[in-house]
């Protein structure tokens, strides 16, 4: 095993052809002499039945995430263990899908820092870091993630968590080309994968939390050349057609809304799915919720509000508009439909139909025309009251009390939703899809008080006072007795569950399937494990010390299939987590490279650090209330729900960083640590306050009353 814990410095192609990247320019020129990571129209083709490389997010354009290899086996499987694994120097979520091709492994993490790998020894051949701004991170709602990259021509193509999209030579990981993808004028992010379809990146964005106008945008993958915009919500109506949007399409889209959408943008990113049917030159788009999150404050509760929550089709090559299809009208509860989008050819009804399949947040399967966006079918994969059922033409039929006032009301599934972004794949052996399945509610209402604020959280929601607070309470216990997590194999023809394997609980990773029926997936048991296909049978599981949350991949290389998968445990589930003070203790994040035989061993976890003794709290109830109410509008996206986990846990910061409060918060003496200043947002007043409400936190959870005082 070779294990490499710090990044390389940038190396130049000469330096790339002298060292062990030549390994990697020898199996390029067998696959065609032009060069390492080659990837080119006719040998994406290829990949639908040679499974040797991943090249694209999704394995192929399918985005099935299934491969045809078959060396590792129900019979050997057992005998799977790491062959080498690389520190990744990190405790933020690691959520990306790797690719492989040519004997080299690209990897993206937080901050969009990627890096090249010698797929046979784990050696580091490269590492890009685009120095992202790190006050970018408190735009980013569940950490700044990176979940993919992409790859053509001898490029490798990533986008960054501030809106650049940077092609970077594969031999040697320098900037070919880069653009930027929007203004910085709105809180926008990119935390999703940029896909590039026969030479076309599409790139979306996210930021609906905060409030943008959700768009999707084409470059040409050689040039970085802008070929098409198409935005996903209607503009400011008095300020006539947008420019690069559809007059026609946005007209459409305006008469769903009300009032005045457009100072908070609307949502409907696409920070997720994008998808491509190259034969139907189609591009598949899933979108958003909507912003503000409340139906009421965002379109005064009138209107479908397209395209919230929608999958929009569009022309490849122009990007006009061809169908959409909307699974959550009037979205109400931070139901986004950016989980994967699938394609593949059903026998429905004893006709073969070309579907796309999507189990977005809202608790349906749907099984949908990938030519038309007909509706075919949907059904629940968890427990759902939102919607009681589906009319003629597909529309949900909405249930009424799901649509909160100031007085809690219990919606089910949760906004974590019962599939989250959690990659799911599809086997067209067993004609069945696999993906993380969540059975959950959540409590809404909404804040009487509620005002827009830009570049801040702005859900709407509220109840966390008085009577509706004690209502909240009791609803949220309700719902904490129905909790499930599985791994659901779901058959999309007959709409129902095949098997389910009950986990431990929300944040389990995304599948990948191999042509010899097994399932990989990473747990919240912090496990790699891998699962009977048919059965769901557990048919080996190794300990490896975080949850991978992301997609595995798998590869040949010199006859031997590899799996490699990122283990980096973080992103929204891992927030629920902390936030509830439940999460176990975890190494660092690694990139884990596996194979039959493979024998290398994990070092033992460090043991937890004692928790630090806060300060004594000296403010008054006012000073408290006020720094609660800004902690929850500023901080608590990151660092969660009551300072209560987090990426760091306030509660648990020691007496010198109490005493650099100010330096932190203000001056960004942390910036290099995601924590950049405030001083653009915050008074001294109101840190004063955020301050005395995280000390006032830490003593009622184990602190002291006063400075004598022994810890608890």
């Known amino acids: 095993m070779t294990m490499w814990k710090k990044p390389v410095a940038l190396l130049t192609a000469l330096a790339l052809g002298l060292s062990g990247f030549g390994f990697a320019v020898a199996d390029a020129v067998a696959e065609g002499g032009k060069g390492p990571a080659w990837l080119d129209s006719a040998r994406m083709a290829k990949q639908e039945t040679d499974g040797t490389d991943w090249v694209h997010d999704g394995r192929t354009y399918s985005a099935q995430r299934y491969s045809p290899l078959t060396q590792i086996n129900a019979s050997n499987v057992n005998q799977l263990g790491i062959t080498w694994y690389d520190e990744l120097d990190t405790y933020r979520g690691v959520e990306a899908t790797p690719l492989y091709a040519d004997g080299v492994i690209y990897n993206t993490l937080p901050w969009n820092i990627t890096m090249a790998y010698d797929a046979r020894t784990g050696k580091r051949l490269w590492t890009y870091d685009p120095q992202v701004p790190r006050e970018f991170g408190r735009y980013a709602c569940c950490e700044p993630d990176a979940r993919g990259l992409a790859m053509w021509k001898g490029k490798i193509i990533i986008n960054t968590l501030d809106g650049r ?125 909507g912003s503000p999150l409340s139906w009421h404050y965002r379109s005064q509760s009138k209107g ?81 009251n939102w919607a009681l059922g589906f009319d003629k033409k597909g529309r949900p039929i909405m249930n009424p009390a799901a649509h909160y006032g100031t007085d809690p009301v219990l919606v089910m599934p949760s906004a974590g939703g019962a599939h989250n972004w959690f990659p799911m794949g599809y086997s067209p052996r067993t004609k069945l899809a696999y993906l993380p399945t969540y059975e959950w509610g959540m409590v809404y209402a909404r804040d009487p008080n509620y005002q827009a604020k830009p570049f801040r959280s702005n859900s709407g929601w509220g109840g966390y006072t008085g009577d509706a607070l004690k209502k909240r309470i009791a ?101 629920v987590e902390r936030g509830a003070g439940t999460e176990l203790p975890r190494a660092s994040a690694r990139l884990l490279v596996f194979k039959l035989g493979g024998n290398v061993q994990l070092p033992p976890l460090k043991a937890d650090e004692k928790i630090p003794d806060p300060p004594p709290v000296t403010a008054n109830e006012a000073t408290i209330a006020r720094g609660a109410q800004l902690y929850a509008q500023t901080c608590q996206g990151c660092h969660g729900q009551q300072a209560i986990g987090g990426v760091r846990d306030l509660r648990k910061l020691t007496r010198a960083e109490h005493a650099k409060f100010n330096d932190i918060v203000l001056g960004g003496i942390s910036k290099d640590k995601g924590m950049a200043s405030f001083a653009d947002l915050l008074k001294q007043d109101e840190v004063d306050a955020i301050h005395a409400y995280i000390i006032a936190r830490a003593n009622e959870d184990w602190g002291r009353s006063s400075e004598s005082a022994a810890p608890h």
């Open 165 to 289: 999209l940077i092609a970077l030579d594969a031999a040697t990981g320098k900037p070919v080309w880069t653009v930027q993808t929007f203004e910085h004028d709105m809180p926008y992010t990119i935390t999703g994968a940029p896909r590039v379809f026969d030479g076309k990146v599409v790139v979306g964005n996210s930021g609906g939390d905060l409030g943008v106008r959700g768009f999707a945008a084409a470059y040409d993958a050689e040039t970085g050349k802008k070929l098409w915009k198409f935005y996903l919500t209607p503009g400011d109506p008095a300020k006539g057609p947008d420019g690069e949007a559809s007059d026609s399409v946005m007209a459409m889209a305006a008469k769903t809304w009300a009032g005045e959408w457009w100072k908070l943008g609307g949502g409907a990113n696409p920070w997720d799915s994008i998808s491509y049917d190259p034969k139907l030159n189609t591009v598949y788009i899933g979108t958003g919720n």
């Open 304 to 384: 479908d509000n397209l395209f919230v929550c929608s999958i929009v089709a569009v022309d490849a090559t122009t990007g006009k508009y061809k169908w959409h299809y909307q699974m959550v009208p009037e979205e109400d509860w931070d139901f986004t439909c950016t989980s994967s989008i699938v394609s593949a050819d059903l026998k429905i009804k004893g006709r073969m139909r070309q579907v796309i399949m999507q189990a977005p947040k809202n608790g349906f399967y749907y099984v949908l025309d990938r030519k038309t966006g007909e509706f075919i079918s949907a059904e629940k994969i968890a427990p759902v």
């Open 475 to 575: 609803l949220q216990a309700e719902a904490a007795k129905m909790e499930k997590a599985f791994l659901t194999a779901w058959d999309p023809v007959a709409q129902k569950a095949v098997w389910k394997v009950p986990l431990p609980r929300h944040g389990n990773g995304g599948v990948m399937i191999t042509g010899s029926d097994l399932v990989f997936e990473g747990t919240t048991k912090q496990t790699f494990a891998a699962f009977d296909a048919r059965t769901g049978k557990i048919l080996w599981e190794m300990p490896v010390q975080s949850a991978p949350v992301g997609g595995a991949i798998t590869y040949m290389l010199d006859g031997v299939q590899y799996i490699a998968v990122n283990a980096g445990w973080g992103g929204g589930a891992a927030q």
